[in-house]
T-cell receptor
Framework: GQQLNQSPQSMFIQEGEDVSMNCTSS?????WLWYKQDPGEGPVLLIA?????ELTSNGRLTAQFGITRKDSFLNISASIPSDVGIYFC????????????FGSGTRLLVRP | GAVVSQHPSWVICKSGTSVKIECRSL??????MFWYRQFPKQSLMLMAT?????????EQGVEKDKFLINHASLTLSTLTVTSAHPEDSSFYIC????????????FGAGTRLSVL
């Protein structure tokens, strides 16, 4: 079945540093999504990407939908302690089920 | 963003009992609702897809008689874990999407189930 490879698995950075994480797939997607999950909570939508090549920002977050439609990256600039959490990419399938395929997650820790 | 409410947030039950989890879309009518299960330090695993007024579609390996899903209205879906056992202990999360909102899934806060 379809799989998403998300990297890195974890990151431990200094406050103020920029962060980059990415997802690649063996299949193409119509939509790429990035979510953040805090411990004991459900994922919260950060950015949604709908077109190949699209670059979208949400505050300090920037994400891009790869031209091949098989990859996406998320950048966080000037990280702050509240950025701590697990970030998941998700690709939405092409069929009418609208199911999401999730990456394995990137655990981000920020040192104050 | 769209608001999805999930209740209860955590539940402890005895082995053999059944537990019902509710998922509500508060400010939109959800065309489809999804149920996920998440083990510690792992990603979300889709259990089933639920459309209002029709039977849920279960993922391979998910027992439909074990995990009963009812989607009676455009704003409410329920997941019932029947005859729960300790191995059913997990974090269950629902999401809701709407065709008018580009079918983006918005998630509830999750339900932590502990079966003793």
């Amino acid at each position: 079945g379809q799989q998403l490879n998300q990297s890195p698995q974890s990151m431990f950075i200094q406050e103020g540093e920029d962060v980059s994480m990415n997802c690649t797939s063996s299949s193409i997607f119509n939509t790429w999504l990035w979510y953040k999950q805090d411990p004991g909570e459900g994922p919260v939508l950060l950015i949604a990407l709908y077109k190949a090549g699209e670059l979208t920002s949400n505050g300090r977050l920037t994400a891009q939908f790869g031209i091949t439609r098989k990859d996406s990256f998320l950048n966080i600039s000037a990280s702050i302690p509240s950025d701590v959490g697990i970030y998941f990419c998700a690709g939405q399938q092409l069929d009418s089920s609208y199911k999401l395929i999730f990456g394995s997650g990137t655990r981000l820790l920020v040192r104050p | 963003g769209a608001v999805v409410s999930q209740h209860p947030s955590w539940v402890i039950c005895k082995s053999g009992t059944s537990v019902k989890i509710e998922c509500r879309s508060l400010d939109f009518q959800a065309t489809t609702m999804f149920w996920y299960r998440q083990f510690p330090k792992q990603s979300l695993m889709l259990m089933a897809t639920s459309n209002e007024g029709s039977k849920a579609t279960y993922e391979q390996g998910v027992e439909k008689d074990k995990f009963l899903i009812n989607h009676a209205s455009l704003t409410l879906s329920t997941l019932t874990v029947t005859s729960a056992h300790p191995e059913d202990s997990s974090f269950y999360i629902c999401s809701a999407s709407a065709t008018l909102a580009k079918n983006i899934q918005y998630f509830g806060a999750g339900t932590r189930l502990s079966v003793l």
